[in-house]
């Protein structure tokens, strides 16, 4: 899988640790996604993305999704289904994003971190919007229109 460069400038050269991701796709029942936006002090701060955070040693993809949105904005998933990987290639770190939905949570939200949160739909309103947030959009685009075509027939 070659990665999605950030930038749009040329891959970086070099053994470059690749970090590991688990970002939770929350999709509420009328199909709108929560999106976050990223606190201040961090890299990309203010730029808009899917919660999530690193997976720790040990940690599997969904324990690492269950903490990180726990410690973030509050609440308890049920199930996460994991849905897709995309290795994104920023200026400042080799990312792979294990993309979860969600589908099911407890708790009200809460950023913990100063961050805001927006209810979405697409497309989406809010800008700018991670680099590693816009293949997600592009799926959800791709499968409302498939869903859309087969209830036309």
Known sequence: MSPLLADGQQPRQ???KVVEVAVGVLIRADGQFLLTSRPAGKVYEGYWEFPGGKIEAGESVEQALRRELQEEIGITIAVAQP???????????????HFCQVFEW?????????????????????QPVLPGTIPV?????????????????
Request: glycine share 8%.
């Open 14 to 16: 070099g053994d470059r």
């Open 83 to 97: 849905w897709r990987i995309e290795m994104v290639d920023y200026p400042h770190a080799l990312v792979r994003l």
């Open 106 to 126: 407890t708790g009200e939200l809460q950023m913990k971190e100063g961050q805001r949160f927006a209810w979405q739909d697409l497309p989406v309103q809010v």
């Open 137 to 153: 959009l592009g799926w959800f685009a791709q499968e409302r229109a498939f869903e859309g075509a087969t209830h036309r027939v």
